[in-house]
C-alpha cells in the first residue's frame, strides 16, 4: 500500500511504537490516580516524557506541558480557554482551521473582534502590521509557524518579541515545524 497523507496521520509507525502501547497497557496503572507501583510507574513516565518534550523543544517548564489528542485539541483548548478581557485577539492569514474555527466561534458566539496580520503578495507576513496591531490592547496572539499550504516559516521570533512587549500572550501553532525548528527560547 501506497500512504499518501502521512503530514495529516502517523499511518506508518515504527515496532517500537507499539511495544511501548502494549507494555504500558500490561504494565502501567493509572496515572496520578493511586500510590500503587503500577500508578507510580505511569506517573514517573508520564513526567519523564514531559521532561523529554522539554529538552527536545527548548521549554523549560516540564508542569507546564499537557498532552492532548493532537494539534487541533490542543489550539482549540488554549484559544477557547484563555481569559479574554478585552475581546480582541491577533492571528494571521496563514492559520489553519484548527485556530480560525475556533477563533469565528469566538466572534460569532462571544462577539470578540479578530484581527488578522495579512500576508503580503509574496506571501510572507507583514510584521510592521502585527507590530501596529498589538498596540492596541488584545487578549493574545495565535500565530502559525509554517503554513501547511505555502511551507513558508513566520519569523515567530519577531511575532513573540512585539507581543511580550506588550505583554501579550502567544499561542504558537507548530503541528507544521515542532521538533524540526526551534520553537521557545524557554
Known sequence: MIYLNCAATSHERPPEVGEAVLRALEGFGSYGRGAGDEDLDATRLVFRTREKLCDYLGFSHPERVCFTSGATQALNTAILGLPRRHGRVVATDW??????????????????????????????????????????????????????????VSDVWRIVAAAHAHGVPVVLDAAQTAGSLPTCSA
Open 95 to 152: 492559520d489553519h482551521n484548527a485556530v480560525l474555527r475556533p477563533l469565528a466561534r469566538l466572534a460569532d458566539e462571544q462577539g470578540v473582534q479578530v484581527d488578522f496580520v495579512s500576508a503580503g503578495s509574496d506571501g510572507a507576513l507583514d510584521y510592521a502590521a502585527s507590530e501596529a496591531l498589538l498596540a492596541e490592547p488584545c487578549d493574545y496572539v495565535v500565530c502559525t509557524h509554517a503554513s501547511n499550504v505555502t511551507g513558508m
